[in-house]
Nanobody, 115 residues
Framework: QVQLVESGGGLVQAGGSLRLSCAAS????????MGWYRQAPGKERELVAT???????VFADSVKERFSIYRDGAKKTVYLQMSSLKPEDTAVYYC?????????WGQGTQVTVSS
């Protein structure tokens, strides 16, 4: 069983920055593909960014050049650095771990961007 605990959400003005953190349990964090997803009210959950075990990253077109994702194996933590935030980035952000094709989710953290 893998547990994911997100932190770092909050209220920020447009143009501001936030860093989300996701701490993972388990002994083999280095073998987890990790990612961030988000869900805005009335919308489906969508991919924001992923990072695989080799460090390769994938970003949604809407966040390219503004967000970055990285992982710290020693801390078993994955981060989402968000810059130049826009009101349309407002959503609940969820951490995801994909292990042998099984998905694990965190409880979510709210990000609200005011205009």
């Amino acid at each position: 069983q893998v547990q994911l605990v997100e932190s770092g959400g909050g209220l920020v003005q447009a143009g501001g920055s936030l860093r989300l953190s996701c701490a993972a349990s388990g002994r083999t964090f280095s073998s987890y593909a990790m990612g961030w997803y988000r869900q805005a009210p009335g919308k489906e959950r969508e991919l924001v960014a992923t990072i695989n075990v080799g460090g390769r990253t994938v970003f949604a077109d809407s966040v390219k050049e503004r967000f970055s994702i990285y992982r710290d194996g020693a801390k078993k933590t994955v981060y989402l650095q968000m810059s130049s935030l826009k009101p349309e980035d407002t959503a609940v952000y969820y951490c995801n771990a994909n292990i042998l094709s099984r998905n694990y989710w965190g409880q979510g953290t709210q990000v609200t961007v005011s205009s």
